[in-house]
Every structure is written in C-alpha cells, then in structure tokens.
C-alpha cells in the first residue's frame, strides 16, 4: 500500500510562486514514476505533470509548461510542484498520484487559489 499526503496549497496572488510537496509512504516509493493532477470547480480532474522513477524524465501540460517544475527526492519519498507565474486559471484542488500496477493512488488534495 501506498499512502501519499499533499501539503503547501493556499492563497497566492497572480503572479507569485508556491510550492506544493507530497510525502510518499509505503514500499518501494522509489520505483514508481509520479505525478500531480489537479481539478477546477466543475471541471473534470486533469493531468499536470509526471516524472519518471529517478528523475530524469518530466512531462507537462501545455497550460503550466514553462511555469511548473516537478521534481522528486527519492531519499526523503517526496514529490514536488514548484509553481512560478501563477495566474487565476491555476486555481484548483492539488493531488499527488501514483500508479503501481493496476492500482491507482491518490492523496486527498490540497487547495491552491490564485487571486487576481
């Protein structure tokens, strides 16, 4: 089993960084790639960014690529969101996933909101 915990969300405004971490506990955290989505009020869940087992590969959407940065420090079983140029549009419930098998794992989200 894997258990993930999101933390850092909040009110920033336009324009301004925050940084989201997600604590992994559970067996081998460091084979498993990661990734965090997030969902807007009434709008479907959506992908944000990946990042593959040791770190080497990240994969964005086009909506944050250039102002996200994903990382991951496999000795301390944390993932990271580092959010630059926050605008509006960002604002949205926070989920760390990871996927080990045919399981699914989801933390319980935390709320980033940007204010204009």
């Known amino acids: 089993q894997l258990q993930l915990v999101e933390s850092g969300g909040g009110l920033v405004q336009a324009g301004g960084p925050l940084r989201l971490s997600c604590a992994v506990s559970?067996?081998?955290?460091?084979?498993?790639?990661m990734g965090w989505f997030r969902q807007a009020p009434g709008r479907e869940r959506e992908f944000v960014a990946t990042?593959?087992?040791?770190?080497?590969?990240?994969r964005y959407a086009d909506s944050v690529k250039g102002r996200f940065t994903i990382a991951r420090d496999n000795a301390k079983d944390m993932v990271y969101l580092q959010m630059n140029s926050l605008k509006s549009e960002d604002t949205a419930v926070y989920y760390c996933?990871?996927?080990?098998?045919?399981?699914?794992?989801w933390g319980q989200g935390t709320q980033v909101t940007v204010s204009s």
């Open positions: 996933h990871t996927q080990a098998l045919r399981n699914h794992y």
């Open positions: 559970g067996r081998r955290f460091s084979s498993y790639a």
């Open positions: 990042i593959n087992w040791n770190g080497r590969s990240t």
